[in-house]
């Protein structure tokens, strides 16, 4: 057996059934030995998209996304994605193909130190140097990808290490993929719950694994049994994320903060700092330089932190807590900051919030459809217009671009769900090309694109710093057509230049069998920035 063929029955006993890749010369004995255990490979445009696909799969079933791409450029396009990934916490295990070990040092081709460059991106990074220990280096990979904190984790794979025989081993059992348990102390949970009891007015605060999407209704059970509101973080834009409305004002009045997995930096205004908050926090997390951070920049604020399993310390929070409405008042005055909405007034065209409106409509005939919103101003808008029990965000990296791909593999984990993503149109140049691969693919998705002509956030920050006369290279061509290159590309294409014929046009894009983009011709509008002052309140539930 070579050593593909044993990494390949690893991945099969991982439970691995998809593979996201972009192929090249040296992990092709590797496409080869994903034959016999029927593993699919799904080839992508871009290493990237790759990447991405493997992210909104881990997001969407749990389960390891696994990417696979080249060696040389070919990994190095995969770096930007693998970033965004960890700040999402998806448990992505990126494989990629190496020089031979046996010409280390002799100038190779497209030999390069892979280990050192992805280890910024990951939890770990290894180069897998015998044929025989390419299974166990799998497994140790999966356990790693989902232990604490998922993220995650990459394997470079030298080619003549793939090639090489070995003799054949035992099949690994599931044991050996499961991730190392994590003690969380029942002492650190009564200390979490009596400190709680000196706060009128306590936050909970918990970062993407624990939101409604992948933690269920988790988050909403821990706020009835502390008897405090709970809100996920995921946002690039923090405490300014349109989707959490005037939350920031609310953060500014509590006097106590828990951070249940979720790192106390820019995302909560460094623990409301920003906004002159003087709260005490109680931090729980698996990552001991989270704490070691937290204790540096808090300093006497940080009340007690204690290192934690993410999962196991909400639910013996469950556990712990007696419940009641004492702080009702206090959870209703959150819930209605978190409602606030601002209006974003037209002149005649088709506007953000609208279209989101149309999304939602759909959202609430179908509770299983996977909504997904990618980054921009279009992107801020419809996150905060919007709603779906699974939602893919771009997330707190910030990255743009990765809504198509994203479709691709959250269609493929889940294949009996619908799928509608949004992006602008600046983001709709990222991955263009994987139009294609929806289509050869056949991953049904309905991918609408906000069609301003222009790179809004950025001429956003252009008139408001620099002045309305200086902008500068953010204008898109205004004849571009994003249905039509869909459409050549083997999609279905929709144009929509009124707003009163979105519903029809979304309902029949929903109905076509095979991906689908509906071009959306909007007015321009920034992303909207809410306080209690500014906004009005909506009926959008917490």
Same mark, same amino acid.
């Given at each position: 057996m070579r050593g593909a063929d044993h990494l390949a029955n690893a991945m099969a006993s991982a439970g691995v059934d998809v593979v996201f890749s972009l192929s090249g010369n040296q992990i092709m004995p590797l496409y080869d030995a994903l034959i016999d255990p029927g593993i699919r490979?799904?080839?992508?445009?871009? $290493? /990237?998209? #790759?990447?991405?696909?493997?992210? @909104?799969? *881990?997001?969407?079933? +749990?389960?390891?996304?696994? =990417? &696979?791409?080249?060696?040389?450029?070919?990994?190095?396009?995969?770096?930007?994605?693998?970033?965004?990934?960890?700040?999402?916490?998806?448990?992505?295990?990126?494989?990629?193909?190496?020089?031979?070990?046996?010409?280390?040092?002799q100038g190779a081709f497209q030999e390069f130190p892979q280990e050192a460059a992805a280890l910024p991106f990951v939890k770990a990074s290894e180069?897998?140097?015998?044929?025989?220990?390419?299974? $166990? /280096?799998? #497994?140790?990979?999966?356990?790693? @990808?989902? *232990?604490?904190?998922? +993220?995650?984790?990459?394997? =470079? &794979?030298?080619?003549?290490?793939?090639?090489?025989?070995?003799?054949?081993?035992?099949?690994?059992?599931?044991?050996?993929?499961?991730?190392?348990?994590?003690?969380?102390?029942?002492?650190?949970?009564?200390?979490?719950?009596?400190?709680?009891?000196?706060?009128?007015?306590?936050?909970?605060?918990?970062?993407?694994?624990?939101?409604?999407?992948?933690?269920g209704d988790r988050l909403a059970r821990l706020a009835a049994a502390l008897d405090l509101p709970a809100v996920f973080l995921e946002s690039p834009r923090g405490l300014r994320d349109p989707a959490l409305g005037a939350f920031a004002d609310v953060l500014a009045e509590a006097d106590g903060l828990v951070f249940l997995g979720k790192a106390v930096d820019f995302m909560s205004g460094f623990a409301g700092a920003s906004k002159a908050s003087t709260a005490e926090v109680l931090l729980l997390d698996p990552d001991p330089a989270v704490l070691a951070q937290a204790?540096?920049?808090?300093?006497?604020?940080?009340?007690?932190?204690?290192?934690?399993?993410?999962?196991?310390?909400?639910?013996?929070?469950?556990?712990?807590?007696?419940?009641?409405?004492?702080?009702?008042?206090?959870?209703?005055?959150?819930?209605?900051?978190?409602?606030?909405?601002?209006?974003?007034q037209g002149s005649g065209g088709i506007l953000a919030q609208q279209v989101g409106a149309a999304v939602q409509a759909e959202l609430d005939k179908d509770g299983e459809t996977i909504l997904i919103c990618d980054g921009g101003e279009f992107g801020q808008w419809v996150q905060a217009t919007t709603r779906a029990a699974t939602r893919i965000i771009n997330g707190p990296s910030g990255a743009i671009g990765a809504a198509l791909p994203y479709a691709i593999g959250a269609k493929l984990a889940r294949p009996g769900a619908r799928v509608i993503a949004l992006m602008g149109d600046g983001t709709a140049g990222f991955h263009l090309a994987e139009f294609e691969t929806a289509a050869r693919e056949a991953t049904d998705?309905?991918?609408?694109?906000?069609?301003?002509?222009?790179?809004?956030?950025?001429?956003?920050?252009?008139?408001?710093?620099?002045?309305?006369?200086?902008?500068?290279?953010?204008?898109?061509?205004?004849?571009?057509?994003?249905?039509?290159?869909?459409?050549?590309?083997?999609?279905?294409?929709?144009?929509?230049?009124?707003?009163?014929?979105?519903?029809?046009?979304?309902?029949?894009?929903?109905?076509?069998?095979?991906?689908?983009?509906?071009?959306v011709a909007i007015e321009s509008r920034a992303a909207p920035t809410v306080t209690r002052k500014t906004a009005a309140a909506a009926e959008v539930p917490a």
């Open positions: 490979i799904v080839h992508s445009r871009h $290493e /990237a998209a #790759a990447v991405f696909m493997a992210d @909104a799969y *881990a997001q969407v079933c +749990g389960r390891s996304g696994v =990417a &696979l791409v080249t060696a040389g450029p070919g990994f190095g396009n995969a770096l930007g994605a693998l970033y965004t990934a960890a700040m999402s916490e998806s448990p992505v295990i990126l494989l990629s193909g190496d020089s031979p070990v046996g010409l280390d040092g180069r897998v140097r015998s044929a025989a220990d390419l299974p $166990e /280096a799998f #497994a140790r990979a999966v356990r790693l @990808a989902h *232990a604490g904190r998922p +993220g995650p984790v990459h394997l =470079a &794979l030298p080619a003549d290490v793939l090639t090489a025989e070995a003799a054949p081993s035992a099949p690994l059992s599931s044991d050996a993929f499961a991730p190392p348990w994590l003690a969380t102390d029942q002492g650190a949970i009564d200390t979490v719950v009596t400190q709680l009891a000196r706060f009128q007015r306590p936050l909970l605060l918990t970062g993407p694994c624990l939101g409604p999407s992948r933690g204790r540096t920049a808090l300093g006497e604020r940080l009340l007690f932190a204690a290192q934690a399993d993410m999962t196991a310390a909400a639910d013996l929070l469950i556990s712990a807590g007696s419940g009641g409405n004492a702080r009702a008042g206090w959870r209703d005055e959150v819930a209605r900051a978190l409602a606030c909405r601002t209006e974003a998705c309905v991918v609408i694109v906000g069609n301003d002509a222009r790179w809004n956030a950025e001429q956003v920050i252009q008139i408001r710093d620099f002045g309305p006369e200086r902008k500068i290279g953010c204008d898109l061509n205004p004849d571009a057509r994003y249905d039509l290159a869909a459409a050549a590309l083997g999609c279905r294409g929709f144009h929509v230049t009124e707003a009163a014929d979105l519903a029809a046009v979304l309902a029949e894009a929903l109905a076509t069998e095979g991906p689908a983009c509906i071009d």
